[in-house]
Structures are given as structure tokens and as C-alpha cells.
């Protein structure tokens, strides 16, 4: 927080430094010039004159949240400042139903043609933000989506799973023979499990209700450890990068060497998923300069979001631009998106978030 160590009207004071700074800040994102005392004199509902906001400035330059470019009299937010603004000064504007109907409507549109999350994601996000996306699928395995109990003789049962990706199938023989009208109880309840990502109470459930020793539990055991198998292969991460070429229509990236840079690490999705589990419960996570922790991206925001595809699936999308960003509107995009996808059952199962940013 600002902190004014003058005698005197230090609330005043500290009241006034933030608001220049808030002007400042969002003066630099719209025009990418740096800002003089004079531009700023007509920003406030209370007039400061030129006078005092060259001495406001010159403290807040001393405090480290400005620079001066040595080619200009101007000032421009500093790293420092970007980060006050994000967490203290910056307007959480409110996604409005709207923009949450318009993204969950392109969302549904593209999902029926392409039926891939991520690629989806990242194309309608860029498309309404008009900036370059990165959008990353991490799996923790295959899941298994349906399961077929088959009678093969009185004592064996072939256990037939359908994935998201394959089918596999595996022979069960029994000790004891098991009632045909049981297997297929089984194989129901199986399957109401699965749908409702609610598998581990089910074996509980079958040895309250019958005992551990029944045929139908130790078939039910079975079955479950070979889903578990099944589900615990196929790990992988697919990710995806969209409108990588906005970035040079960007004045801080019009140098292709330095827009291709960045453009790399963004491709690396180890470091794309390392933010993901960086971000942990948080709605929405802002990553300025340095603070990604790679020189490539010194001069970029990452403004990003993570979401819940069903138990083994996350996701994560994220809006790249200069620090100079539109950090509320990207902000608002964001907690619309994730709105949307969360309406898309059965896309995601995510329950709620809060309006905290870090």
C-alpha cells in the first residue's frame, strides 16, 4: 500500500498519490505514451493542479512505482505499479449476463464442431479479446465413461470399459456363481457411479448392503481396481496457443525477434502448467513481468484462469499482452469464461469461486 511519511494531511495525501498513480496506470494502457502532469491535470472529479502532481509524481517515481524513459519527460508505471494497481486500485468490473451468454454460446457452437476444450477455448477468447490466449488441457489419466458386465458362464464375467479413448476389456472368474439379475443391478449401480463422479462410496455401499463376502462385492472390487488401472493411464497435457500474431500489433512487441521469444516459452507447456498448479483455488491469477520468472516474458502479463473438466481433467486459459494490459477488462472476460463453462455441464462439474485476485 502507498504510504505517505510527511507530517500532516497524510491521508490526504496517501488518497492523492493513488489516484494519480490510478490514472497513470490506466492513461499508459490506452495510449502506450508516457504520461505528463499536464495530460493528467483533467483526470480527476477534484481538480490537482500540474504543480502538484509533478511533486506527487516525483514522489511516487522515488518510491519505485515510476519511471522516467530517458527520451521523454513523461512517466510510466513501473512493475511495482502494475501490481498495487492489479491488487488495490484497479474497478473489478462485473461480467455482465450478456458477455457471459455471448462466450458460452461460442463456446457450445465450437465444442459441437471441433470437440476439444482447449482449442476451443484459446479461439473464442482471442477472438473476443482480441489478444493472443494460451489455453492448456492437463489430464490425470484416461476416464472411463461406461462399463458392460457380460456373462461369459456361470462363474465368469467379462468386464468391458468404455474410455474417452479406447475400449478395454478384461475376464473376471468367480468362485462362486452370481445371480445374472445381480451382475446386471452391478452394472447399473457401476455406471449411476461413474456419471456421478461418486465411485469410491460405492464399494462401501455393496458391503453394507450385501457383505464383503458376497459374489457381487468381490466382482464389484474387481471391476473397480481394473477402472482404477485404466484410469490411471494416458497422462498427458495438450495445450494451445491463439492468435500468436496479435502480439506484433502490439508497439512492445513490433520487434518479431522479441515477440517470437515470448512466444516460445508461451509453447513450453511445462511452464504453462506449472502455473496451473501455481494457481491452486484461485478464480483468477495475474502474472506481471518478472513475476512469471522468465526473462523472455519480462515485458508480458499473463492474466489466467483454471477450471475443473471433470475429475481427472483441468484446464487452464489465459489472456498474454504487454504489462500495459487492460487488467479489468481481461479480468471480466476471464470470470465470464468461466462462467460459461461451468453452465456447460456436463463440460464441468466446478462449484463456486470468490472475487480475489493474485
Known amino acids: 500500500m502507498l504510504t505517505e511519511t510527511k507530517g500532516g494531511g497524510s491521508m490526504d495525501m496517501q488518497d492523492r498519490k493513488r489516484r494519480i498513480l490510478k490514472a497513470i496506470v490506466e492513461n499508459y494502457i490506452d495510449t502506450a505514451e508516457p504520461v505528463g502532469s499536464k495530460s493528467l491535470a483533467t483526470s480527476f472529479d477534484r481538480p490537482i493542479s500540474s504543480a502538484t502532481i509533478r511533486n506527487e509524481m516525483s514522489e511516487l517515481e522515488e518510491m519505485g512505482y515510476l519511471e522516467k524513459p530517458h527520451v521523454s519527460a ?22 455482465i449476463a450478456a458477455e457471459i451468454n455471448a462466450i458460452r454460446a461460442e463456446l457450445e457452437s465450437k465444442l459441437r464442431e471441433l470437440d476439444d476444450l482447449a482449442y476451443t477455448a484459446s479461439r473464442v477468447m482471442s477472438a473476443m479479446t482480441n489478444h493472443t490466449t494460451v489455453s492448456a488441457v492437463k489430464s490425470s489419466g484416461v476416464q472411463v465413461k461406461k462399463v458392460e ?3 461369459v458362464d456361470s462363474y465368469s464375467y467379462a468386464a468391458v470399459l468404455i474410455t474417452d ?10 468362485r462362486e456363481r452370481i445371480d445374472p439379475s445381480a451382475a446386471a443391478m452391478l452394472g447399473t449401480a457401476i455406471n449411476l457411479a461413474l456419471a456421478e463422479n461418486r465411485l469410491e462410496y460405492l464399494l462401501p455401499s455393496i458391503a453394507r448392503s450385501m457383505g464383503p463376502e458376497a459374489p457381487a462385492f468381490r466382482l464389484a472390487d474387481s471391476v473397480l481396481k481394473f477402472i482404477g488401472e485404466t484410469e490411471r493411464e494416458g497422462d498427458g497435457t495438450r495445450l494451445h496457443v491463439e492468435g500468436a500474431e496479435k502480439l506484433l500489433n502490439m508497439r512492445e512487441y513490433q520487434d518479431a525477434s522479441k515477440a517470437r521469444e515470448l512466444m516460445e516459452y508461451l509453447s513450453d507447456s511445462g511452464k504453462v502448467m506449472d502455473l496451473l498448479e501455481e494457481a491452486g483455488e484461485m ?5 506481471i513481468g518478472p513475476e512469471l520468472g522468465e526473462p523472455r516474458a519480462k515485458d508480458a502479463s499473463f492474466v489466467f484462469t483454471t477450471y475443473d473438466i471433470d475429475r481427472h481433467t483441468k484446464g487452464i486459459i489465459g489472456i498474454v499482452a504487454p504489462t500495459r494490459m487492460d487488467y479489468a477488462k481481461a479480468c471480466a472476460h476471464l470470470a465470464a469464461f468461466k462462467q460459461a463453462v461451468r453452465q456447460l455441464a456436463p463440460y464441468t462439474d466446478e462449484t463456486g469461486d470468490n472475487n480475489e485476485y493474485r
Open 74 to 95: 513523461g512517466r510510466v508505471p513501473s512493475y511495482a505499479a502494475y501490481r498495487l494497481y492489479v491488487n488495490e486500485l484497479m474497478d473489478r468490473s462485473a461480467s
Open 149 to 151: 458386465l457380460i456373462p
Open 165 to 174: 479413448s479406447e475400449v478395454k476389456s478384461r475376464m473376471f472368474r468367480l
Open 283 to 287: 478464480p483468477i491469477s495475474i502474472k
